[in-house]
């Protein structure tokens, strides 16, 4: 399966086990680098993947990155052509 490059704010923030309210917030103020496409923001998923590792202080458990695969197929399953798009620019 092709590895996804961006992945939902509801995404995040289940990965991230935070509100999409704070992910919301943390987006708004550049804890969370995202792109605007229309009213949707893409969060890339190389800087989540960071994230996570810099507060766990390790790897990824299999499990983990079956939860993060889960949603980047869910993101690209609703937001496909967007993303589409987005990768043409």
Same mark, same amino acid.
């Given at each position: ?16 086990? *935070?509100?999409r ?8 103020? %550049?804890? =969370?680098?995202a =792109?605007?496409? %229309?009213?949707?923001?893409?969060v890339?998923? &190389?800087?989540? @993947? ?5 507060? !766990? %202080? ?9 939860? *993060?695969?889960?949603? @980047?197929?869910?993101? @690209?399953?609703?937001?496909? &052509?967007?993303? !589409? ?5």
């Amino acid at each position: 399966m092709e590895e996804r490059k961006y992945l939902s704010i509801a995404q995040v923030a289940k990965i991230l086990r *935070i509100s999409r309210v704070a992910v919301y917030k943390k987006v708004k103020t %550049g804890k =969370i680098p995202a =792109i605007k496409v %229309g009213k949707f923001y893409a969060v890339p998923r &190389e800087n989540i @993947v960071k994230r996570v590792r810099k507060v !766990k %202080g390790h790897s990824l458990s299999s499990k983990e990155k079956d939860n *993060i695969m889960l949603a @980047v197929t869910k993101t @690209v399953n609703e937001y496909g &052509e967007v993303l !589409k798009r987005l990768g043409a620019e």
